[in-house]
């Protein structure tokens, strides 16, 4: 069936370090990929997302990458500051079109 | 402006009890959907709303019942509570099916004992 794995799936870093999480797809036809940012006792909210058109997206300190032929993609968090300590999920849209696998997700913890 | 919001946010029950849960949404968005979440597990989709008056089963549907009951709310029924639905279940709504972004409610925490 579909599916999304997602690694690592803890990430500790240093405050102005950046951090990389990676997710692999199975079907070929997701053409959609978000990232979705969860602090502790709230639901997830979007951070930045890409479809399949177009092989990078950067908004300030995060940027996405996409590889199609590969079927993966990451996200890249620069300058990280405490504040990005949460859990990351990243997802992609299944074969018809109509809802969003997710990865299993990644907490990622900053030091300061 | 709400975006989605759940009710209750917690909740106990004893197995074989049922409850609904409620989600509305105030931004107009044409679909809607329940996720939950375990831990390890990541997001899974238990049903889906794309538009007024349709329903469809996610990846986990069994246990579980939906209702759109008009454009902004849809509720999930449990009616037989079983342990293995203790979770964190999430609402979401959407402009339109998948390829816009999900807007989350809070969540409810369901402990089922």
């Known amino acids: 069936g579909e599916n999304v794995e997602q690694h690592p799936s803890t990430l500790s870093v240093q405050e102005g370090d950046s951090a990389v999480i990676k997710c692999t797809y199975s079907?070929?036809?997701?053409?959609?990929f978000p990232w979705y940012k969860q602090e502790l006792g709230k639901g997830p909210q979007l951070i930045i997302d890409?479809?399949?058109?177009?092989g990078e997206k950067k908004d300030q300190r995060i940027a996405v990458t996409l590889n199609k032929t590969a079927k993966h993609f990451s996200l890249h968090i620069t300058e990280t500051q405490p504040e990005d300590s949460a859990v990351y999920f990243c997802?992609?849209?299944?074969?018809?079109?109509?809802?969003?696998?997710f990865g299993k997700g990644t907490t990622l913890s900053v030091s300061s | 402006n709400a975006g989605v919001t759940q009710t209750p946010k917690f909740q106990v029950l004893k197995t074989g009890q049922s409850m609904t849960l409620q989600c509305a949404q105030d931004?107009?968005?044409?679909?809607m959907y329940w996720y939950r979440q375990d831990p390890g597990m990541g997001l899974r989709l238990i049903y889906y709303?794309?538009?007024?008056?349709?329903?469809d089963k996610g990846e986990v549907p069994n246990g579980y019942n939906v209702s759109r009951l008009n454009k902004r709310e849809f509720s999930l029924r449990l009616e037989s509570a079983a342990p293995s639905q203790t979770s964190v279940y999430f609402c979401?709504?959407?402009?339109?099916?998948?390829?816009?972004?999900?807007?989350f409610g809070n969540g409810t925490r369901l402990t089922v004992t």
């Open positions: 079907d070929s036809a997701s053409n959609y």
């Open positions: 997802a992609a849209s299944n074969q018809a079109g109509t809802a969003l696998i």
């Open positions: 709303s794309a538009s007024e008056g349709t329903t």
């Open positions: 890409i479809r399949s058109n177009v």
């Open positions: 979401a709504s959407s402009e339109r099916q998948v390829l816009t972004p999900l807007h």
């Open positions: 931004m107009n968005h044409n679909s």
